[in-house]
Antibody, heavy 117, light 107 residues
Framework: EVQLVESGGGLVQPGGSLRLSCATSGFSFSIYWMSWVRQVPGKGLEWVANIKQDGSEKYYVDSVTGRFTISRDNAKNSLYLQMNSLRAEDTAVYYC??????????WGQGTLVTVSS | EIVMTQSPATLSVSPGETATLSCRASQSISSNSAWYQQKPGQAPRLLISGASTRATGIPARFSGTGSGTEFTLTISSLQSEDFAVYYCQQYNNWPPTFGRGTKVEIK
């Protein structure tokens, strides 16, 4: 069974940092691109970042470029998102997703990040 | 970036009837589109990729059509578990983008 389990969300002040983690199992993690997708509660979905199988290519939505860093550890079957200089507009549920040629057949349950003073 | 426009925002349908959801891309995306279902408190679930290919385990009552800029998700004989929010997505151009969703509610 494919499983993706996010952790690391919480309440943080504007300008603060958080590191999200995603532990995966049930599939060959190292052969897939992986992405983070976020959703403001009650709103739509926004792709945030993705990373190539070997970590050699990384892409970000413009609004997080320079503040967020995606990374992975294939030995641990894990995906990460380092979030710095957080803003109120980054408040959302963050999903770890398996990326198959651009569509997302596998999602975690999400972790809520709240940026507020 | 490519804008995905979904219509209608809300669709009221009776169980057993057919629901037709539309999605329009702001420019051609070939067949590089997907549909997701999301229920309250749950993560989205992939239904359709490549405009018309059902994902693993998705019932045949879900079907997708379209190419270029116009896409349709049809849900035949709606079951109680099908009342949810549906999102379309394009992955032809960077960045990948989603529509704002169509809520399918019980009439």
């Amino acid at each position: 069974e494919v499983q993706l389990v996010e952790s690391g969300g919480g309440l943080v002040q504007p300008g603060g940092s958080l590191r999200l983690s995603c532990a995966t199992s049930g599939f060959s993690f190292s052969i897939y691109w992986m992405s983070w997708v976020r959703q403001v509660p009650g709103k739509g979905l926004e792709w945030v970042a993705n990373i190539k199988q070997d970590g050699s290519e990384k892409y970000y939505v413009d609004s997080v470029t320079g503040r967020f860093t995606i990374s992975r550890d294939n030995a641990k079957n894990s995906l990460y998102l380092q979030m710095n200089s957080l803003r109120a507009e980054d408040t959302a549920v963050y999903y770890c997703v398996r990326d198959v040629s651009g569509s997302y057949p596998g999602w975690g349950q999400g972790t809520l990040v709240t940026v507020s003073s | 970036e490519i804008v995905m426009t979904q219509s209608p925002a809300t669709l009221s349908v009776s169980p057993g009837e057919t629901a037709t959801l539309s999605c329009r891309a702001s420019q051609s995306i070939s067949s590089n589109s997907a549909w997701y279902q999301q229920k309250p408190g749950q993560a989205p679930r992939l239904l359709i990729s490549g405009a018309s290919t059902r994902a693993t385990g998705i019932p045949a009552r879900f079907s997708g059509t379209g190419s270029g800029t116009e896409f349709t998700l049809t849900i035949s004989s709606l079951q109680s578990e099908d009342f949810a929010v549906y999102y379309c997505q394009q992955y032809n151009n960077w960045p990948p983008t989603f529509g704002r969703g169509t809520k399918v509610e019980i009439k």
